[in-house]
C-alpha cells in the first residue's frame, strides 16, 4: 500500500515563497513520474508541475518561471518550490504518484494522491 504524505502549505503574503514536499511510504514499488496538481474553491482539478523518473519537468503555463519541482529519488519524496506567490495561486494542493509494482512475470502499475495541503496567499 502507498501512501503520499504532504507539507509545506500555509499562509503567506503576495510575493513570498512556500516548499511543499511529498514523501512516498510502503514497500515493493517503483515510482515513475510524480507530480503537483491544485484544486481552487469552484474550480476543476489542475496539473501544476510533473517530474519523470529520469527528472524531465513539465509545468502548467501559470506557473513557469515561479515554480520548480524536484525529487529525491532515495528518499520517494517530490517537492515544489514556489516562489513570487500570487493571490490566484490560492488553492489546495495535492501531490500524485504513478507507481509500478511487480507482480508475478508482470507488473501493476497504479496511480496515488496525497490528502491535499491548503496554500494561501493573502495580504
Known amino acids: 500500500q502507498v501512501q503520499l504524505v504532504e507539507s509545506g502549505g500555509g499562509l503567506v503574503q503576495p510575493g513570498g515563497s512556500l516548499r511543499l514536499s511529498c514523501a512516498a511510504s510502503?514497500?515493493?514499488?517503483?515510482?515513475?513520474?510524480m507530480g503537483w496538481y491544485r484544486q481552487a474553491p469552484g474550480k476543476q482539478r489542475e496539473l501544476v508541475a510533473i517530474?519523470?523518473?529520469?527528472?524531465?519537468?513539465n509545468y502548467a503555463d501559470s506557473v513557469k518561471g515561479r515554480f520548480t519541482i524536484s525529487r529525491d529519488n532515495a528518499k520517494n519524496t517530490v517537492y515544489l518550490q514556489m516562489n513570487s506567490l500570487k493571490p490566484e495561486d490560492t488553492a489546495v494542493y495535492y501531490c500524485?504518484?504513478?507507481?509500478?509494482?511487480?507482480?508475478?512475470?508482470?507488473?501493476?502499475?497504479?496511480?496515488?494522491w496525497g490528502q491535499g495541503t491548503q496554500v494561501t496567499v493573502s495580504s
Open positions: 517530474i519523470t523518473s529520469g527528472s524531465g519537468t
Open positions: 510502503g514497500s515493493g514499488f517503483s515510482i515513475n513520474a
Open positions: 500524485n504518484a504513478h507507481t509500478e509494482t511487480r507482480v508475478g512475470s508482470g507488473y501493476a502499475f497504479d496511480e496515488h
